[in-house]
């Protein structure tokens, strides 16, 4: 609620509580270097990001630059930007999401430098912490099926999902069917000690980050049932651990790169090369392109995406009308309200296609 005109007043009290929950952000323009009339109170554990007030008849396009430190004297800030500077200095885009307020990076950094002290920890374990608690804002995390312990001051490792620790340090990943939606973010590269990651069956988007290949001690890489797009990357050639890779289910494309096919411990690699879009001389597992699998070790019992044909019947299906019509926002009227629109009609070719109920939400609207 910063760079607004509440002419003074005090941040409620009921608001400040739900800082003790899920409101892990309050930013405002509390900065108390400010005598401007626009300026709020807000107690010193409450506003993680005090901003200066830009007054009455401001330009809207006015820079999100944090003109004050974060907080007052909150207890694990980070006042002359020790743990920032060391961030960015890790950082795989050079530091350019931690310059952006809104980034899901600086909003890890805001959570992670408000809610511990890390005076005598080890750059591991706050790297460690940084990197998932972005996977968990660029993932949609409070939309999880699981996310039992995730944002809190707990132990990482206690974090669902977050398993195979030594010293505080994971080893594995495991968030397969979990409802992950997103873009795999590029901080999860920095977490060098991971042996495992499983997000098979979830809703990830976009590429496969070229950077996947400084994971050198990756042994399983279970991406399989998303639908990620874009070309096999070769820098999986630079893992040389590798020993299980199931990329099938998605919606990559090209020629999976014969380097990879040459790593020494692979032993499994399943992916869509069952026709000509994804070509594979090494696969030991080939799917179809554009058909979604159960997450399950025999591909033979696969689950098709709707059958393109017009249907034979023409059967309600009130359940997945309502949904469909929820996610109809910005629309002036219901276009399933009538019966000749083209909307309609696919609405009864998916109602009455035989394995509706195999599809989850994400794929029932695509």
């Not at 509440?6 to 930013?27: K, N, Y």
């Not at 630059?65 to 007052?72: A, C, M, N, W």
């Not at 499983?198 to 976009?206: H, P, V």
Request: hydrophobic share 35%; net charge negative.
């Amino acid at each position: 609620i910063y760079h607004n005109e509440f002419q003074g007043g005090t941040i409620p009290a009921e608001v400040c509580h739900l800082r003790e929950g899920q409101l892990h952000f309050l930013w405002a323009d509390c900065s108390t270097s400010s005598a401007s009339d626009f300026r709020v109170s807000c107690p010193e554990d409450c506003c993680t990001i005090c901003f200066e007030p830009v007054g009455f008849g401001h330009d809207s396009g006015v820079s999100t630059e944090i003109t004050s430190q974060l907080t007052h004297d909150t207890h694990g800030v980070d006042p002359n930007g020790v743990i920032l500077s060391k961030l960015k200095s890790e950082a795989l885009d050079d530091g350019e999401g931690l310059n952006d307020l809104d980034s899901f990076q600086y909003k890890s950094y805001v959570w992670l430098v408000t809610h511990s002290s890390y005076e005598g920890v080890p750059d591991l374990i706050v790297s460690q912490k940084f990197a998932l608690a972005t996977l968990y804002f660029a993932l949609a995390g409070a939309g999880w099926d699981q996310n039992t312990g995730w944002l809190t001051d707990d132990d990482a490792c206690s974090w669902f999902g977050v398993e195979d620790c030594h010293s505080g340090i994971s080893s594995s990943l495991n968030l397969s069917e979990n409802n992950l939606v997103g873009e795999i973010p590029l901080e999860l590269m920095n977490m060098r000690t991971l042996k495992s990651i499983n997000f098979a069956g979830n809703s990830l988007y976009g590429v496969i980050p070229p950077e996947i290949g400084k994971l050198n001690l990756l042994e399983m890489l279970l991406l399989d049932n998303n639908v990620l797009s874009g070309p096999f990357p070769n820098e999986l050639v630079n893992i040389s651990t590798l020993k299980q890779l199931t990329l099938n289910s998605n919606e990559l494309k090209g020629t999976v790169p014969a380097d990879v096919c040459s790593l020494p411990g692979l032993v499994e690699l399943w992916a869509d090369c069952l026709g000509p879009e994804v070509t594979c001389e090494c696969c030991t597992k080939c799917f179809k392109y554009g058909e979604v699998h159960s997450i399950i070790e025999d591909p033979s019992d696969t689950i098709p995406l709707p059958d393109t044909n017009e249907p034979s019947n023409d059967e309600e299906n009130p359940e997945l009308k309502s949904m469909l019509i929820t996610h109809m926002t910005g629309l002036e009227e219901n276009p399933l309200s009538d019966t000749e629109t083209p909307a309609y009609r696919a609405y009864l070719w998916l109602a009455n296609s035989s394995n509706l109920n195999e599809l989850d939400d994400f794929r029932k609207l695509r």
